[in-house]
């Protein structure tokens, strides 16, 4: 029988889900954006197998794969991909898989675990999904925790895991609620921004120069646990979102009856246009509030935590 390789143990990893605090669509455009993790995983287990079979996916992952380490060959393999990330709604499952795949792949090819090295070739592969992605979701599974995100240009991002994490004083009180996949692609809805860059310059301007000063005042407010001031700049980064379109009026509509309940809530990704816009980052000093109004509406919500490890080896 065939050699398959030097390793012929089984490989696990992890990886988890994605959330923008702040940042998303302004981040396409240069400007930074804040994202952390959320506490739902993708498990990918590789194991040695005497035949080849291939997938839209591994279509997609093995020639990034076979030109960035160099290689001729891969050999055969087994993929079993178990998540709880639910699928496009803005909590990076592509990215989360794309992470684990590689990390997977590095380690049962013998390779050296670099998260670094990982990162480059997930974004590869996102940028094969997505288009022209800025990169920010795959660095943020990938190191984990909380993490600013610049795409400076082409060639150069900034990629910093903060040394805090979000103070329990309001890491306890985020409920996600699920408004419904939403019928664009982030594809298109960036697609929309650019038009709208091109038809109102001046209001794509205006966004990204107010989007980029409430994010970098999130960092310290963040830092600090000051409730009252992450609530208004919650409530003003999600204005700004709706001002470039990317909110549907069925969701500002749940945000505005959350804010009136003295609580915040905003999109999260690429959002939409028609109906729904895949998960809500939603906050109240209560968070029975928010699930309240979730369950009246009938939409699921849960309960997160934030900022939980990124790519981790299970076995
Ligand atoms: O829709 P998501 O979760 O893939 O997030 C997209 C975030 C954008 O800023 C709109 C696009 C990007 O590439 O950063």
């Keep these: ?96 898989i794309s992470v684990a795949y590689f990390g997977a792949m590095l380690l049962f ?78 594809g298109e809805m960036v697609g929309g921004v650019r038009l709208l860059s091109e038809e109102k310059p001046e209001v794509v301007e205006k966004f990204l120069t107010q989007q980029e000063h409430v994010t970098k005042e999130l960092l310290n407010v963040i830092k600090n646990g000051d409730e009252k001031n992450f609530i208004r700049i919650i409530k003003e980064g999600e204005k700004n979102l709706e001002r470039i379109g990317v909110v549907s009026a069925f969701v500002s509509s749940i945000i505005r009856e959350i804010e009136n309940a003295g609580g915040a809530a905003k999109i999260s990704g690429g959002g939409g246009k028609t109906k729904g816009t895949g998960m809500l980052l939603a906050y109240h000093k209560n968070p029975d509030v928010i699930k309240k109004i979730a369950e009246e509406k009938k939409l699921s919500y849960f309960q997160i935590k934030l900022g939980v490890e990124g790519l981790r080896r299970e076995a």
């Excluded at 988890?16 to 952390?36: D, R, S």
Aim: charged residues 20%; contains cysteine.
């Design 109 to 186: 090819l013998g390779q050296h675990w670099d998260l670094g090295k990982i990162n480059a070739l997930a974004y590869k592969a996102e940028k094969v999904f997505h288009g022209n992605p800025s990169g920010g979701d795959n660095a943020t599974v990938c190191f984990g925790g909380l993490v600013w995100f610049q795409k400076v240009n082409a060639d150069k991002k900034i990629i910093k895991q903060l040394p805090f994490s979000i103070p329990e004083n309001l890491s306890k009180n985020f409920v996600l609620i699920n408004t419904g996949k939403p019928v664009e692609s982030t």
């Design 1 to 96: 029988m065939k050699q398959l390789n030097n390793n012929d143990n089984v490989v696990v990893v992890s990886v988890p889900a994605k959330i923008h605090l702040l940042g998303e669509h302004a981040v396409v455009y240069g400007k930074p954006a804040l994202l952390t993790t959320v506490d739902r995983r993708i498990t990918v287990t590789i194991q040695p197998r005497h035949s080849v079979s291939s997938t839209r996916m591994t279509d997609i992952f093995e020639p990034i794969l076979k030109k960035e380490l160099g290689l001729k060959e891969i050999p055969s393999y087994k993929l079993e991909i178990s998540s709880n990330i639910p699928i496009g709604c803005g909590l990076g499952s592509s990215a989360a």
